[in-house]
């Protein structure tokens, strides 16, 4: 409930539109630095209540059904409500607050009905994701700048440049971090230890 406090400050407090501010420097805006840290601080507890609860929690009712529901929602019906609503700046805060919440919700649940057992090819991506995270900025803005002159469409040029940015960070990843301390820094001591002796 105190993720709108944070979102009053979007748009600088005037502009009204959908999403999160983007911090264009290194250090992220104060509002946007507490809007995530609210979602981080949910998973969190949500993490720290599912070690004191059943083992059983993914298989429950709410986690194997409601999730569609939450999907649903969020974008059949809260979605065009932003769209459609961006001159409003009320009713955008609550479809941004409904529409994250539910978006989060219904993957998370998703992800535990469809993907609860391990997958190898899923952990790689998920191990590495953070890497890919950090590491995309110089390369994706440096193929961005040559991509200027290109002749191409938004759309080829948007393909292009993941085909290009995605294998070279999955090799970097792969090959310079993944058994290295910054890969147990990343994935935590246990995933490292495990990919050193497996």
Same mark, same amino acid.
């Given at each position: 409930m105190l993720t709108p406090?944070?979102?009053l400050l979007m748009g600088g407090g005037e502009s009204v539109y959908f999403g999160p501010d983007t911090s264009m420097s +290194? =250090?992220?805006f104060p509002h946007l630095f507490v809007y995530y840290g609210l979602f981080f601080a949910f998973g969190v507890a949500m993490q720290a209540w599912e070690a004191r609860v059943s083992a059983d929690l993914s298989i429950t009712w709410s986690v194997r059904w409601l999730w569609p529901f939450q999907?649903?929602?969020? =974008?059949? /019906? /809260?979605f065009p409500v932003c769209v459609t609503a961006a001159g409003n700046r009320e009713i955008t805060i609550v479809a941004?607050? =409904?529409?994250? +919440?539910?978006?989060?919700?219904?993957?998370?649940?998703?992800?535990?009905?469809?993907?609860?057992?391990?997958? !190898? /090819? $899923?952990?790689?991506?998920?191990?590495?994701?953070?890497w890919l995270y950090l590491a995309h900025l !110089?390369? $994706?803005?440096?193929?961005?700048?040559?991509?200027?002159? +290109?002749?191409w469409g938004a759309f080829a040029k948007f393909a292009l440049i993941h085909a290009i940015a995605l294998p070279l960070l999955l090799a970097s990843y792969h090959f310079l $971090?993944?058994?290295? +301390?910054?890969?147990?820094? =990343?994935n935590g001591r246990s995933r490292f230890v495990a990919e050193a002796t497996g």
């Open positions: 406090l944070p979102m +290194w =250090l992220p999907l649903g929602l969020a =974008l059949l /019906v /809260v941004h607050f =409904l529409y994250v +919440w539910w978006m989060s919700l219904g993957l998370i649940g998703g992800c535990r009905a469809l993907l609860s057992r391990e997958r !190898p /090819v $899923v952990r790689y991506f998920s191990d590495a994701s953070y !110089p390369l $994706v803005i440096a193929l961005q700048a040559s991509a200027r002159s +290109w002749p $971090v993944r058994r290295t +301390w910054l890969g147990a820094l =990343l």
